[in-house]
């Protein structure tokens, strides 16, 4: 659909992509249930379940959710100077990873919609932006809406990078979360059919990055080096984790994760800074 689709076609090769493996996974499942293979049976149905049970109400078409900053306030008494520095050695340096991953993608975009954002609308506005939308996002109880590399597979395949797209979009995700059964379909969504999206999204993703190397000499040795450590720590799946709560008896209580494309921009900056330095200090 992506390559050889026309118009809307083209534009939503995802969702098409999401439909047809849902519904591939539905004749295995049907199959399954008729034969009693569990083997085949893909589809796991229990969110419907669960919206009907007990009967059908309100909040089996439409579902709040408990709001972060409602259950916050709540507990407030329990506030405390340990529990401040738990939060803080836990989150200080995912911000500087987050820091690190929003350059990258910026300068992914920009050789994508071939506009530096870096410059205009300038890094000081979208980390305001990122910034401003994580902590809204953290305050109604959901992750921290960092810019996502998924996103920029989509940008990178769909060639639409208008603003006011993204924003309805936005929107309109919000609206529909509201809606009992539409999550609930969401939830059944088979791994195997997710990880062929995946496969696509990530594949743009690294594709995409690479022209921000086609300007640079690999045949220099320093050069060479950076790039070689950020791409193989990052397919690789090197990650960081780094302990910050260990109870009484020793175990490992509380760990921060770096994921693999953080930690390939951490050792990409660092590998780059060592031989840069080294670099000058012969000149």
């Known amino acids: 659909c992506s390559t050889y689709g026309k118009k809307m076609t083209k534009l939503i090769p995802f969702i098409i992509g999401i439909l047809a493996g849902y519904a591939v996974a539905l004749v295995f499942t049907v199959i399954g249930i008729a034969t009693k293979n569990p083997a085949l049976m893909v589809i796991d149905f229990a969110p419907f379940k669960a919206l009907v049970e007990g009967g059908v109400s309100l909040k089996t078409f439409f579902a709040i959710p408990e709001f972060t900053f409602i259950e916050g306030f709540k507990g407030l008494g329990e506030l405390n ?26 300068k992914n975009l920009s050789s994508i919609i071939d506009k530096d954002l870096i410059k205009e609308p300038g890094l000081k506005r979208t980390l305001l932006g990122d910034g401003v939308g994580s902590i809204a996002g953290t305050v109604f109880g959901i992750c921290p809406n960092t810019t996502y590399g998924e996103s920029v597979g989509c940008v990178a395949i769909t060639r639409n990078a208008s603003v006011a797209t993204i924003t309805t979009t936005a929107i309109m995700c919000i609206v529909l979360s509201f809606i009992s059964p539409i999550m609930a379909v969401l939830q059944t969504i088979p791994s195997c059919v997710m990880g062929g999206v995946c496969l696509t999204l990530y594949g743009f993703i690294a594709v995409s990055g690479l022209k921000m190397f086609k300007n640079l000499d690999l045949g220099e040795n320093k050069n060479l080096f950076v790039v070689a450590a950020i791409l193989i720590s990052g397919i690789g799946g090197l990650t960081i984790q780094i302990p910050y709560q260990i109870a009484e008896t020793g175990e490992i209580t509380g760990v921060i994760k770096i994921t693999s494309i953080a930690t390939a921009l951490i050792i990409g900056i660092v590998t780059n800074l060592v031989l840069s330095k080294i670099e000058k200090s012969k000149l």
């Open 81 to 106: 100077g340990s529990y401040v520095a738990t939060v803080a050695v836990a989150y200080i340096p995912v911000a500087f990873v987050v820091f690190a991953e929003h350059i990258a993608d910026h």
